[in-house]
Each structure stands twice: as C-alpha cells, then as structure tokens.
C-alpha cells in the first residue's frame, strides 16, 4: 500500500471520497468549501491511503492549536486554567495534528464499504502512520483523533493502544429517531408535560414567517452574525472548535444546494433565526442554529424551529435528526438520544505524554460541559430557552 498526504481537498478527485462515504451530505465538496472558508491560520487538509486502483482509507486532516482549557467550562478551575492561558499562552497552548475537523462533529476516516475487517486494520494503522509522520515534518508534538464515532473505533483502537494514544471524552452528538407516520404522532411520544408546553408554543407560532433558502448570497452576511451572536451567548466556550469563518455559511450552502439550505424565520420582516440543515437519503443534519436574541426567546423560535425541523423530516421521510453537540437537556426531553464520540491524542515527547495522560481526567469534554451535566441532573418535563 502507497500511502500519501493531500495537501488540498482540491486534489482530491471527488470519487475518491464518495467510495468511502457514499450518499453523506458532509462529502469533498462540503470540506473543499470549509477549506476555502478557513482563515489562514489553520491548515485543513485531507489524508489518503491508496492501494493500486482504488483508496483504501481517507480522512480529513487539521492544525491549530489547542488551549488546555477548552473543555473546562465552569469552576474554579476553568476561571484559573483560563487566567493562566492569558499570562501563559505559549505554556498552555499545544500545536496539534489531527484526524477529523473541527468543522465536524464526527471524524470522517473511511474506508471502502466492502473492505474486510483484516484491510480495515491495516488501513486504520496507515492512517496513523501518515498522521505522525506528517507532524513529525511540522515539527508538532501532539497527535490527535478528534471525535471518532463507537462504530468506528473497532480498526482503531488496537492501533491506537499500541502506540501510546490516551482517550479522553468528548461531546456526545444528540439524534432524534423519527418512526412516526405523523407529526402529531410525534407529539404524542413526548412526555404530557413537554407535549402541552409544546403545543402552547406552537399556537403562538402563526406569526412567524418561515422561509426556505437554497440560494443565501444576499443574506450570508446577517446569517453569520446570528451565529455569532448564539455562539456568543452560550455558557460554553470552545474556542477555535466553534468559531467559524464569515464566508463559512454561503460557501457551504453554494457547494452544497440542494442537498444544504437554510430554514430562516421572520419576526415582523426581521430575520430572527435560521438553521443550516444538511440532508442525506435517511437522515437530516441540523448543523448550525443562529438567533436574533431577545428576538428569539421571545418569540419561543429555538422550538418552533424544532418543531419545523421533525415536520420536515417526517414529510420527507427522513428517520433521523442529527443535532449535534450542545443544549443537550432540552434535546433529551425532546425525544433525542446521545450517541457517544471519543477523543485520543498522544505527545511525541514521552515527558508531555505522561503529563497529558495524568490530567486527561480533568479535561474530559463530557465530564465538564455544562448544558451535558444539567440535562443528567433530574429536570422536570417543562422545556425552557
């Protein structure tokens, strides 16, 4: 097997990538768009591992540099990881390579579907080996697999073990499992207090324009500052994990449409709120969520949208809802489970390995995020904003 980096997602020939992901809406033309996107600061790139005729395994491939507080969000310890970051950078802040993107919320490493598990093994290993080999040459010391899913762990972890890689927790994604014939049949698997504070939501909703838009390129600009505006009000903070460039949504939606639009909703002729929604044969990716607040709390639009959202869905016949990493208790209580997803990094300086693998404890994303702890506390049935 021939083993070889892709600096561009444009050199990438787009079948490659199909073989190995065939039907996800996330494709080469989702990630060549996010590169385009990207500000120059961070590097994203993609990973081949090709046999004779075909690829064997691809994977996207990212740089930047990771703040040792990004998944302390609250407590004492975050307030001081945090405050040391400002005195400190260069003392707690590692450059790091990795597989996935931190446009993802899963890691794309695929291989063939008709693989064996024997290939699937050998081509998992490769994938390492270009992965540390490649930081070796930028001279990065930490080496990380972000967000890869239980289902592909299997030709991984044995690799991953033998060379030394820690797991350290992250985010679980939500999804809403849609069997329902109807909306109303939907409603009527909610709990009966969600359901009738749902349905009072509803009712308040006629005042609400809702637009789909397969074409944003006169409003990329307020779609984005809606984003940032949410980011900005959440009590979680992930950094370069969730900052996105200004271009990021129109470039997407541009490469993407039909299959990518977004769901926009009107108060009184201003735009108050949107979605990009993402979609496949069976499932429908909520991928970002933008709010004019107080606008939006208002006028209740995070669940209308939902709401708008399983209605979509169901009409279509899609059976699944992706939604993706936050705000988990009111997607709980929603209908949604938590599909978990796993980080692993190793340092190439036995020294920082050792340290990293000790405090790996203390930095876990699902141990510390907020919105994830609140929604395993016992809450009652009453959905808030």
């Not at 075909?54 to 945090?82: C, K, N």
């Not at 044995?158 to 350290?168: E, F, I």
């Not at 994990?241 to 108060?267: G, H, K, M, N, S």
Request: glycine share 6%; net charge neutral.
């Amino acid at each position: 097997m021939r083993v070889s980096a892709v600096s561009e997602f444009g050199r990438l020939p787009e079948a490659m990538w199909d073989i190995c992901f065939p039907g996800e809406v996330e494709n080469l033309r989702y990630y060549q768009a996010c590169a385009a996107a990207r500000p120059a600061q961070t590097h994203v790139r993609a990973l081949i591992a090709n046999g004779t005729q075909r690829p064997e395994a691809v994977a996207p491939l990212f740089r930047m540099e990771y703040a040792l507080h990004t998944s302390i969000q609250d407590g004492w310890l975050g307030a001081a990881m945090r405050q040391l970051d400002r005195r400190f950078p260069r003392l707690f802040r590692l450059p790091m390579l990795g597989l996935g993107s931190p446009f993802a919320e899963r890691c794309h490493c695929g291989f063939p579907p008709d693989m064996d598990e024997a290939d699937r093994l050998r081509a998992a290993d490769r994938l390492l080996d270009l992965l540390e080999r490649q930081a070796h040459l930028e001279n990065i010391g930490l080496t990380v697999i972000k967000d890869i899913h239980e289902d592909d762990l299997p030709a991984f972890r044995p690799h991953l073990l033998a060379r030394g890689y820690t797991r350290m927790s992250s985010l679980p994604v939500a999804v809403l499992h849609l069997p329902y014939a109807t909306f109303d049949d939907y409603l009527a698997s909610l709990s009966r207090s969600t359901r009738k504070d749902m349905k009072r939501k509803l009712r308040d909703a006629a005042h609400v324009e809702i637009e789909y838009r397969h074409d944003i390129s006169d409003i990329g600009d307020e779609i984005f500052a809606l984003y940032e505006q949410t980011r900005l009000e959440s009590p979680s903070d992930y950094g370069d994990f969730e900052q996105l460039p200004a271009d990021y949504f129109t470039r997407v939606v541009a490469a993407l449409a039909p299959r990518a639009f977004c769901v926009c909703y009107r108060i009184d002729g201003v735009l108050a709120a949107f979605n990009l929604l993402m979609v496949e044969e069976d499932r429908v990716i909520d991928k970002f969520l933008g709010m004019n607040y107080p606008l939006a709390r208002t006028h209740d639009l995070y669940f209308i949208s939902w709401m708008e959202n399983v209605r979509y869905c169901i009409a279509n016949g899609k059976t699944r809802l992706q939604t993706g990493q936050g705000t988990f208790a009111n997607k709980l209580r929603l209908g949604s489970v938590l599909e978990p997803m796993h980080n692993y990094f190793r340092h190439r300086s036995p020294m920082l390995n050792a340290m990293l693998r000790a405090i790996s404890p203390l930095l876990g994303f699902e141990e510390l995020d907020p919105s994830l702890q609140a929604a395993r506390r016992p809450a009652p049935g009453r959905v808030q904003a």
